[in-house]
C-alpha cells in the first residue's frame, strides 16, 4: 500500500472517528425490541457495533449480558411450555413443538451473541496493548510495537491497518518502507501540563490524553468521550 494510500486512510479514519450513534441504535431502543421482537434488537446491536468499534470492551460485556437473557428467555419459556402455563388452541401449534422452536431461535441467538461478545472482548484487550505500545509507551517501529504486543511483524502490521480502519490513532498512517507508523503531530503527548489540563487514561482504548478539566473531552486515538 502507498503512502498516498495510507493519507487517504488516514483521512477516512477521522471521519469515521466522528461519527455519530442515531437513536435508532441507542440502547433503550434495543432493549425495547430486546422486549417486543428480539430479531430486530440483534440486527440493530450488530448495525451499533458496526458503527461504535472504538468501545470494544464495553460492548463486549452488554453482547454477552444481552446473550444470557436471551438464552433465559428461551429456557423460560420451554419451562412454561412442558409445565403446561403456555395456553394454545387447535390451530396453533401444540406447546411442546412451540417451546422447542422458541428454544432453538433463542438458544442459537445467544449462543451467537456470546461468541461475537467472546470475541470482541479479546480485540479489545488485544488493542489495548497495541495503544499501550504506540501512545504510553511512544514506539513507532511496527517492529517494536509487535515485539510488545508478542506477535509477528505481519500480524502487527495486519492489526495496526484493521485498527486504524475502526478509527483507532487519527489522522496516523503506516510507512511500510521505513515500517513504522506515523501519528499526526497533534497527537504527540506534550511533557509539560498547564494548569487546567490533566492527564486522563481512556476508559475505552487505555491511552493516556491530555484533556482541558471543565470541557467535554474524547479520547485523540479513539474517539470515545472522556469523563474527568
Not at 428467555?73 to 411442546?96: K, W
Not at 496516523?172 to 489540563?197: C, F, G, H, M, W
Request: charged residues 20%; proline residues 3%; aromatic residues 12%.
Amino acid at each position: 500500500m502507498s503512502i498516498k494510500n495510507n493519507f487517504d486512510l488516514a483521512i477516512n479514519n477521522n471521519l469515521h472517528k466522528n461519527t455519530r450513534l442515531t437513536t435508532l441504535y441507542s440502547w433503550p431502543v434495543i432493549i425495547l425490541f430486546l422486549i417486543f421482537f428480539f430479531p430486530v434488537a440483534i440486527y440493530l446491536m450488530y448495525k451499533r457495533f458496526s458503527i461504535d468499534k472504538a468501545n470494544m470492551m464495553k460492548n463486549a460485556k452488554i453482547t454477552r449480558n444481552f446473550g444470557i437473557a436471551i438464552i433465559f428467555l428461551g429456557l423460560f419459556y420451554f419451562i412454561m411450555a412442558l409445565t403446561g402455563n403456555v395456553e394454545t388452541t387447535e390451530e396453533t401449534m401444540n406447546p411442546v413443538g412451540a417451546a422447542i422452536a422458541m428454544l432453538s431461535i433463542c438458544g442459537g441467538a445467544g449462543l451467537w451473541l456470546l461468541l461475537v461478545a467472546n470475541k470482541m472482548y479479546k480485540n479489545g484487550l488485544k488493542y489495548k496493548k497495541y495503544v499501550k505500545a504506540v501512545v504510553n509507551q511512544g514506539h513507532t517501529a511496527v517492529d517494536n510495537i509487535a515485539a510488545n504486543v508478542g506477535v509477528t511483524y505481519e500480524t502487527a502490521l495486519d492489526d495496526l491497518y484493521k485498527m486504524m480502519e475502526q478509527g483507532y490513532f487519527g489522522g496516523s498512517y503506516i510507512d511500510e518502507t521505513n515500517r513504522e507508523i506515523i501519528l499526526p503531530k497533534a497527537s504527540i503527548q506534550d511533557p509539560v501540563i498547564k494548569e487546567d489540563t490533566k492527564v486522563v487514561s481512556c476508559k475505552s482504548c487505555g491511552a493516556n490524553n491530555t484533556v482541558f478539566i471543565g470541557r467535554a473531552n474524547s479520547c485523540e486515538y479513539c474517539g470515545s468521550p472522556i469523563e474527568i
